[in-house]
């Protein structure tokens, strides 16, 4: 008899519901060691990540209460928020 190995799926809280996801639904903010903000898609990047839900609400309420700069510990450029809002546009 093989018995399957149940393959586990990490998972993340978006940081707008402040809900637990699978981390491939969400979008991954990630500062780099040497302090560089940027979004990766990969989910690969070296650096401290923040996961945030596909969608513009999760998106304005976790800007609004200033929670990717309490996880990231980094002060985040307006660039960095635009960016993001014009790739959930593109979903």
Not at 34 to 53: F, L, N, V, W
């Amino acid at each position: 008899m093989i018995i399957m190995k149940v393959k586990k799926i990490p998972m993340r809280m978006c940081l707008g519901c402040q809900e637990m996801k699978p981390k491939k639904e969400l979008i991954r903010v990630v500062r780099s060691p040497e302090g560089e903000i940027s979004i990766d898609m990969t989910g690969k990047k070296a650096g401290r990540g923040a996961y945030i839900c596909k969608n513009k609400e999760c998106l304005e309420k976790a800007i609004k209460a200033k929670r990717f700069e309490k996880a990231l510990e980094v002060k985040i450029s307006e660039e960095i928020y635009k960016k993001l809002r014009e790739d959930l546009s593109n979903e």
